[in-house]
Every structure is written in structure tokens, then in C-alpha cells.
């Protein structure tokens, strides 16, 4: 296994990640290694474009869409837990922000539990 950041597991108080996600080809190994490192009531701050808007759609390099069920989805879908007990990452809030439509995007904060 290949960790994505370079800290010590349960180091990491704050994660930001903005407008990142979406151009990883796996965001799911990405947020499994931000769990990794996040010490227990650690949060990742996540910014990404909403899966509709001209910010997304601009975008040739995006590789994955996100709106208000994504963090639902993946965090209560099996097949995302390869077999686990499951996430110790929960949503502490989510919003969909911006001026207009056309620059929407998905602000969240999870919180490692």
C-alpha cells in the first residue's frame, strides 16, 4: 500500500483540499489515506466543484462529480469499504455554495471520529 501524504498516521490535525478531489483518478484512496492521517477529531475541509455547474463542466481534466449525497454514498455503500467496519469519517456539515449557478460549488467539512 501506497500512502498518498506524508505523515504518520493519526498526525494531522486539519486537512484543506480545494478544488483537488475531482482531478484525482481515485478520490476514494485519497479520502481513505486523509482518514489514515487525521488523528481522532481531525477534520479535511473539502472544496470541489458542484456536479452540475460551469465550474465542473469547464474543466476537461475533472474525473469525478460531487454533490450533497456523494459523502452519504460513499460513506454507507459496502462496496466503498472493501470489507471493513466501515469510515471513521463522518460529514460535519456540508453546503453548496456561490454567486450564481454557473460557479457552484461543495463545500464540507468531515470530521474523523
Known sequence: RIDFLPYEQDSVDVIHCYHFLEHMEDPVRV?????????????????????????QAKCLDHKSMFNESTWDNLFNQYSYNNGTSG?????????IMGVEEKNLALLTQLIKV
Not at 471513521?88 to 456539515?93: A, M, S
Open 31 to 55: 479520502l481513505k489515506d486523509f482518514e489514515r492521517a487525521l488523528k481522532s477529531g481531525g477534520y479535511a475541509n473539502i472544496v470541489v466543484p458542484y456536479y452540475n455547474s460551469h465550474l
Open 87 to 95: 469510515w471513521r469519517l463522518k460529514v460535519h456539515t456540508t453546503f
